[in-house]
């Protein structure tokens, strides 16, 4: 929950001077703002998307936005499932299950957040915890739906905490999140990206995108200064 109209004409016009278009790179911004930076953005290789969506297509849901309404504003992607939703709003794994079966369904790309708390990790639950939130989405979907989702890796125990996890440890996990999508929808499993979200920065995202299962970043505070996020993306 960050930005401004004047913050994010300033970031937006930051990034797409230095960007290259050399790899994917999407913004998702907060509703309020996303007719601000779909102008912005119009015509550059920054792709835009949302920070949630409904798992309804309409009706009496005041609050919400549907899928519907982001395809409006040009959005390629959505993020469901942050640890944040989860966290603080109580987002299950079956809804959010449903809100990535929805966007798909609105040609959206939903980037799908998966990831274990300090004490999940201490007790050797991560992969019960992170394979039970990944296994409730692709129980919902095709190969097909399944080869065009995107995936991001949070370890909630090192954002923000000052732990930090070694990128061996996120191969380990995003390894066995590959294997779950061989497992599910075999013929999927070597198309979805996979992104790392806990705390990648410019001083460690060469060193995680070097593992082989770690396609890209899924970036928080570090994106809101464009030298920072351009540093990372130089590394993909």
């Known amino acids: ?39 912005l953005l119009e015509g550059s290789a920054v792709a835009l998307g949302a920070q949630d969506v409904s798992m309804h297509a309409s009706g009496a849901y005041t609050g919400e936005v549907s899928a519907a309404m ?60 992170v394979g039970a939130q990944i296994d409730a989405v692709l129980a919902l979907l095709s190969t097909e739906e399944a080869s065009g989702i995107v995936v991001a890796y949070e370890p909630i125990w090192a954002i923000g905490t000052g732990k930090t996890a070694t990128p061996e440890m996120a191969q380990q996990v995003h390894a066995m999140l590959r294997s779950r999508l061989q497992i599910k929808h075999e013929d999927a499993a070597s198309k ?22 770690i396609d890209g970043g899924l970036i928080g505070g570090a994106a809101l200064k464009a030298e920072d996020f351009l540093s990372i993306v130089c590394k993909a």
């Open 70 to 129: 982001l395809s409006e504003f040009a959005c390629r992607y959505v993020i469901v499932g942050h640890s944040e939703r989860r966290g603080y709003f109580g987002e299950t794994d079956e809804l959010v299950a449903g809100k990535a079966k929805h966007a798909i369904a609105a040609g959206l790309i939903p980037i799908i957040c998966v990831g274990e708390a300090l004490a999940q990790r201490e007790a050797g639950q991560t992969d019960v915890v």
């Open 192 to 213: 979805v990206r996979i992104l790392y979200g806990g705390s990648m920065k410019p001083d460690n995202a060469a060193e995680l995108m070097a593992m082989p299962d």
């Open 1 to 39: 929950m960050n930005g401004s109209l004047a913050a994010n004409t300033q970031l937006l016009a930051e990034i797409k001077a230095q960007f290259d278009g050399a790899c994917d790179v999407a913004v998702c911004v907060p509703f309020p703002y996303l007719a601000q930076c779909q102008a």
